[in-house]
């Protein structure tokens, strides 16, 4: 079944520095990797998503990158905010039998220190 | 639109008590996902809903856990005879297409004395 390694398990980063997430699957299937970001005490939400028939996305100071060859995707945070800190999950799509579902990486904890 | 709700938001209860938690997903989302969090921890996978499909059960630690989804809708995760170990929040997520962008609930947060 899938797999999703997500490195590194804690990030520290001065305020306007960038921040860079690595993420590893091992279902060359998969179409669909979304980011989420959790603050503490918050629900997961949604930041930003890609799907394999494009290598970038950007959204504002997020961006995400997609290699299906290496099988890896990558979260790039530029001029990082205090707010940014959070838990980051990335996430591959499972397919098959009829079903697709999500599976998760480990989870980034992101602290951007003023 | 109203997003995805769960009650309670906090539970405790004694050990080898009986809990159950509801789900109420995004009206018209045919996928409905039930994840563990422990504390700093990561998203656990419990189980899955798909339209009228059976749902994919794999990620059930036990059989002192089930859940069931009526009327494509609503959903109740039971665990039975709680453990100390079950205390976590519990998330459910909905989305519109299996596989794609999964909305998530408030959670419960269970405790289990």
């Known amino acids: 079944g899938e797999n999703v390694e997500q490195h590194p398990s804690t990030l520290s980063v001065q305020e306007g520095d960038s921040a860079v997430i690595k993420c590893t699957y091992s279902d060359s299937a998969s179409n669909y990797f979304p980011w989420y970001k959790q603050e503490l005490g918050k629900r997961p939400q949604l930041i930003i998503d890609?799907?394999?028939?494009?290598g970038e996305k950007k959204d504002q100071r997020i961006a995400v990158t997609l290699n299906k060859t290496a099988k890896h995707f990558s979260l790039h945070i530029t001029e990082t905010q205090p707010e940014d800190s959070a838990v980051y999950f990335c996430a591959a799509v499972l397919s098959g039998g009829g079903y697709n579902k999500l599976i998760f990486g480990a989870g980034t904890r992101l602290a951007v220190h003023p | 639109g109203a997003g995805v709700s769960q009650s309670p938001s906090n539970k405790v209860t004694e050990k080898g008590k009986d809990v159950e938690l509801r789900c109420d997903p995004i009206?018209?989302?045919?996928?409905l996902y039930w994840y563990r969090q422990s504390l700093g921890q990561g998203l656990e996978f419990l189980i899955y809903f798909q339209g009228n499909s059976a749902p994919d059960k794999s990620g059930l630690p036990s059989d002192r856990f089930s859940a069931e989804r009526t009327g494509g809708s609503v959903s109740t995760l039971t665990i039975q005879r709680t453990q100390q170990e079950d205390s976590a929040v519990y998330l459910c997520?909905?989305?519109?297409?299996?596989?794609?962008?999964?909305?998530f609930g408030p959670g419960t947060r269970l405790t289990v004395l």
């Open positions: 997520a909905s989305s519109l297409v299996s596989g794609r962008e999964q909305f």
């Open positions: 890609i799907r394999s028939n494009v």
């Open positions: 009206s018209g989302h045919t996928a």
